[in-house]
């Protein structure tokens, strides 16, 4: 265990840089050899690397916000630790167990958190909704986020390990999990149900996350879980969906036009606010109200 707190105490930026980029494309590999769906025959005018481009754009703002930021997450972290401020000194448990409650504090607080928060405030949701937009939810999917919305969710991040007094080495080992799960957990893929059932007890799935990018209320406001599956069941938030019944984007942005371009992407957060459009009414239904 201590072999695993030195490692991430002094983890080289090229070993986090290595984490994010052989992330996406193990996956990417796998999508390609067993996807969920396959957007190139499904849909015309679909070009992978033109979406994947996009996508990768979204992340190198991630990355830049991120960097650009850093010196306070470590600030904080210091501070924390210096003064025995938060959950984690206030226990004094053993490395093993502060590494996993740690790692469940800054999961809830720093990722389940925003995201819930995001869906619930309107000014934050056309940030957010910038990730949703993914008409074409794969592996590249996991970083898609407009900057304001890196910004929101750093500032959760830091009230996280401002709460759980965490150490940098249990920061950087949360980072580096949330990075990959998050990769994991978008791919195009979808796991066998024994498989699913047995990974769903430990970690999000790509079964559970892919429902939280169907594209309408409801269920876009259900399975919120980054890393671990236990918060969305706790908070009523759980939801299960058949993969081929999904049909991901946003209804209030059906048009490829709007979340194929990077420009109008970043503006889309200045805009007025689009109330939910809803699944369309059965025929029947359509015929009653006529």
Known sequence: MERLVNYFEHIPSAHRSLIL??????????????????????TPGYRKLHHAGINIFFTLTT??????????????????????????????????????????????????LPHW???????????HLIHHSDAYVDTTTANRHHPGESVVRFVFTLLAVLIMGAPMWLVFLYQALSVMLSQFNHANIELPRWADRLLGLVIV????????????????????????????RLFGTYHEMAGKDLH????????????????RLLKIPFQKYRPPVGEPAPRKELSQQA
């Open 117 to 127: 928060v995001q869906h619930q405030v309107k000014f934050l949701w056309r940030f």
């Open 205 to 232: 799935t790509p079964n559970m996350h892919h429902v939280h990018h169907h594209y309408v209320l409801p269920v876009t406001n259900t399975n919120y879980g980054n890393i671990f599956p236990y918060w969305d």
């Open 63 to 112: 990355i830049i916000v991120n960097f650009a930021l850093a010196f306070l997450l470590l600030r904080t972290s210091d501070w924390a630790v210096q003064h025995q401020i938060g959950l984690l000194p206030w226990i004094q448990c053993p490395l093993w167990i502060e590494a996993i409650l740690g790692l469940l504090g800054l999961d809830l607080i720093g990722a389940w």
């Open 248 to 263: 991901y984007g946003i209804d209030t942005h059906p048009d490829s036009q709007e979340h194929s371009h990077i420009g």
């Open 21 to 42: 980029v052989g992330g996406i494309t193990l996956f990417w590999l796998i999508e390609s050899a067993v996807p969920l769906f396959q957007f190139a025959k499904t």
